[in-house]
């Protein structure tokens, strides 16, 4: 509505951080607490290198982690949703060395306490985990943040406390887990991304992103185009018939960037 009565079309809508509000993360007058924000908000996350970030498959175990870093895959996931599951540990644990072995960026999704005890390269948190991990001792430690975000108010939110990369989605429609927002396509990614590069991020401006949500070979490229720094991908891969195959494809598609 307020677009509409201001004559904002898709092509004028505001592109730069000065044009957007702040949302309030702590004031105690108006009784808005979040936990992690005033001990976390002064400390930057470790930077992650835009051109080391490429492609980043997201899998569910410790043997998938193995595959795609012996095939040089440099980032990676390990999202397992089952808390009860019997060998959790040991999987984040060996995960995280095999990162190590291989150079890689091993990023654990959810389990920030086992990160920390672990030593992990990096931690992925959803909105709702941040307002209960202890985003303060992740940073002491040095341990790399990627938050995931669905929107202008989550991104504005997240940006205020300095994580490594921002996660952008879903993109398209997934069945890998449960969604509680809408897909937001090709045309919201690209604003969001032109939000995003006009965000100091350390010494220059810009945060590393990371698109997810659907992403195959058949949609990757327009997401690329987007400008996004990386893509997040799951199915594409884990229902390979020919994983190297398919890698190499992606490789391809991220060589190349299409300019307006």
């Not at 990160?115 to 992990?120: F, M, V, Y």
């Not at 990627?146 to 993109?171: F, K």
């Amino acid at each position: 509505m307020l677009a509409r009565a201001g004559s904002v079309s898709r092509e004028t809508w505001p592109a730069q951080l000065d044009q957007f509000s702040v949302p309030v993360i702590e004031n105690h007058h108006l009784g808005i607490r979040v936990g992690w924000a005033v001990e976390a908000s002064n400390r930057a996350f470790p930077i992650v290198n835009k051109q080391k970030l490429g492609l980043y498959p997201v899998v569910d175990s410790i043997e998938w982690i193995e595959r795609l870093l012996e095939l040089g895959v440099k980032t990676i996931q390990l999202r397992i949703k089952q808390p009860d599951t019997p060998n959790l540990e040991q999987q984040i644990e060996q995960a995280i060395r095999l990162g190590e072995k291989h150079d890689a960026q091993v990023f654990i999704n959810d389990y920030w306490q086992l990160a920390l005890k672990h030593g992990a390269y990096g931690v992925h948190l959803g909105q709702e985990d941040i307002e209960v991990a202890d985003l303060k001792q992740l940073a002491e430690q040095g341990i790399a943040l990627g938050l995931s975000t669905h929107g202008y108010y989550e991104l504005l939110r997240i940006i205020q406390i300095n994580p490594s990369y921002i996660a952008l989605g879903h993109i398209f429609p997934t069945t890998t887990k449960q969604m509680p927002s809408k897909p937001q396509g090709l045309v919201r990614l690209a604003l969001y991304q032109k939000l995003i590069d006009s965000i100091p991020y350390g010494d220059v401006i810009g945060y590393p992103t990371v698109a997810i949500g659907g992403i195959d070979l058949k949609t990757a490229k327009p997401v690329w185009d987007c400008g996004v720094t990386s893509l997040a991908v799951v199915r594409a891969i884990t229902l390979s018939d020919n994983v190297p195959a398919v890698l190499d494809n992606f490789a391809t598609i991220m060589s190349e960037r299409t300019h307006d």
